[in-house]
């Protein structure tokens, strides 16, 4: 089955530093990859969506210039938390669509901002 | 004071016994519906799905309902076990969306043994 490989699983960052999330899809080209966040006892939150070589689409609310995304090829998307502060600590989950398996997660980031 | 929004709405059930966890979606246009199960820290994972132009669908000891008329999604789960204790969520796809996978807020199932 389709495989979404997630790194890192978890991340320690001082306030005002940048950190980024690596997803890959190991076995399947994904033509989509989605971004979402989660805070403790909620649902996911629809970030972004990326389509490879293009740019990424943001939902309402969420900065762009803060969670940079870059979908370079079709097996790699990464989401890059700038100028991390306490309040982006969260759990970021990316999910990849292909063409076989549908959508398919990773084992998500916890990001804690000290 | 506490805030509802910020608590999952949550299930109880003994082992052995049928659970039915409910989901009410917005958008009329969706087409296709997905129910996750999230454990503790990990990614959501995939249970079973349903499209539009059906009401129901079975899988192993789940079953999925789906009524349009009430934009009312549910999911059944036989013989409930300890390991079936997690998060469940449906979300929902509007096609032409770039299909954008939405999550609806989740319940939380524990599993009394």
């Known amino acids: 089955g389709a495989v979404v490989s997630q790194h890192p699983s978890w991340v320690i960052c001082k306030s005002g530093t940048s950190v980024k999330i690596e997803c890959r899809s190991l076995?399947?080209?994904?033509?989509?990859m989605f971004w979402y966040r989660q805070f403790p006892k909620q649902s996911l939150m629809l970030m972004a969506t990326?389509?490879?070589?293009?740019?990424?689409?943001?939902e309402q609310g969420v900065e762009k210039d803060k969670f940079l995304i870059n979908h370079a090829s079709l097996t790699l998307s990464t989401l890059t938390v700038t100028s991390a502060h306490p309040e982006d600590s969260s759990f970021y989950i990316c999910?990849?669509?292909?063409?076989?398996?549908?959508?398919?997660f990773g084992s998500g980031t916890r990001l804690t901002v000290v | 004071g506490e805030s509802v929004g910020l608590h999952l709405p949550t299930l109880s059930v003994q082992e052995g016994d049928n659970s039915i966890i409910n989901c009410a979606y917005s958008?009329?246009?969706?087409?296709?519906f997905i129910w996750y199960k999230q454990e503790s820290g990990k990614g959501p994972q995939f249970i079973i799905d349903?499209?539009?132009?059906?009401d129901k669908r079975q899988g192993q000891r789940v079953t999925v309902l789906l009524n349009k008329t009430v934009k009312h999604l549910s999911l059944q789960i036989a013989a409930t076990q300890p390991g079936d204790s997690a998060v469940y969520f449906c979300?929902?796809?509007?096609?032409?969306?770039?299909?954008?996978?939405?999550f609806g807020k989740g319940t939380l199932l524990t599993v009394n043994p």
């Open positions: 979300a929902e796809i509007v096609g032409g969306s770039n299909y954008k996978l939405t």
């Open positions: 990326s389509n490879e070589g293009s740019k990424a689409t943001y």
């Open positions: 999910s990849a669509r292909g063409q076989v398996y549908g959508y398919t």
């Open positions: 076995d399947f080209q994904a033509t989509t």
């Open positions: 349903i499209r539009s132009n059906m």
């Open positions: 958008n009329s246009a969706s087409d296709y």
